[in-house]
T-cell receptor, first 112, second 118 residues
Framework: DAKTTQPPSMDCAEGRAANLPCNHS???????VYWYRQIHSQGPQYIIH???NNETNEMASLIITEDRKSSTLILPHATLRDTAVYYC?????????????FGGGTRVLVKP | SQTIHQWPATLVQPVGSPLSLECTVE??????LYWYRQAAGRGLQLLFY??????ISSEVPQNLSASRPQDRQFILSSKKLLLSDSGFYLC?????????????????FGQGTRLTVV
């Protein structure tokens, strides 16, 4: 019962920006959008999260549409080490409680 | 600082044998705790989550069970393993949402246990 939809896979050229889309049309007002990534055989790693404003940190930028029904994770200069599965999650708020559910994610392959 | 320990890293068990995977968290109190399973090439499936000692929510009916005997200890068990139980098992913790009091947090994952049932 994942609440997000992501493309199953995408390729990206090394050094170029990678734009990862996510649809979350049923997001409620107090739920945050989170992004995690999972490199093969490791536990997921937190990337970024946001509520309604765009966010940026040392790893990525998060662009959330004004209606909050979709978002885009931007990796500004993809490297080979960014090859991973990227998960978009909506989480938080009293309605969702504490349950944290992942969808299928997007498998990103960064090519030289 | 907070850390999460999960062991063993790899495990090979015969069909029909019991299972016990343990996860412990340090440096925080009253966390949410989660068990996930990931089959080869698949996404993360939430198996159980817990918001407190003795409080377990099961997401997928199966032959696995979970227990939380202490605040920072989460155990995944099975009485008799099936071949289909093979996979990568991950434990995670997060801050407990106190409804509106905590608005944003993140989840922290262990390094996982790769279970092969033969």
């Amino acid at each position: 019962d994942a609440k997000t939809t992501q493309p199953p896979s995408m390729d990206c050229a090394e050094g170029r920006a990678a734009n990862l889309p996510c649809n979350h049309s049923t997001i409620s007002g107090n739920e945050y959008v989170y992004w995690y990534r999972q490199i093969h055989s490791q536990g997921p790693q937190y990337i970024i999260h946001g509520l309604k404003n765009n966010e940026t940190n040392e790893m990525a930028s998060l662009i959330i549409t004004e209606d909050r029904k979709s978002s885009t994770l931007i990796l500004p200069h993809a490297t080979l080490r960014d090859t991973a599965v990227y998960y978009c999650i909506v989480w938080g708020g009293s309605a969702a409680g504490n349950k944290l559910t992942f969808g299928g994610g997007t498998r990103v392959l960064v090519k030289p | 600082s907070q850390t999460i320990h999960q062991w063993p890293a790899t495990l090979v068990q015969p069909v029909g044998s019991p299972l016990s995977l343990e996860c412990t968290v340090e440096g925080t109190s009253n966390p949410n705790l989660y068990w996930y399973r990931q089959a080869a090439g698949r996404g993360l499936q939430l198996l159980f989550y817990s918001v407190g000692i003795g409080q377990i929510s099961s997401e997928v009916p199966q032959n696995l069970s979970a227990s939380r005997p202490q605040d920072r200890q989460f155990i995944l068990s099975s009485k008799k393993l099936l071949l289909s139980d093979s996979g990568f098992y991950l434990c995670a913790w997060s801050v407990l949402f106190a409804w509106e009091a905590i608005r944003n947090t993140e989840a922290f994952f262990g390094q996982g246990t790769r279970l092969t049932v033969v």
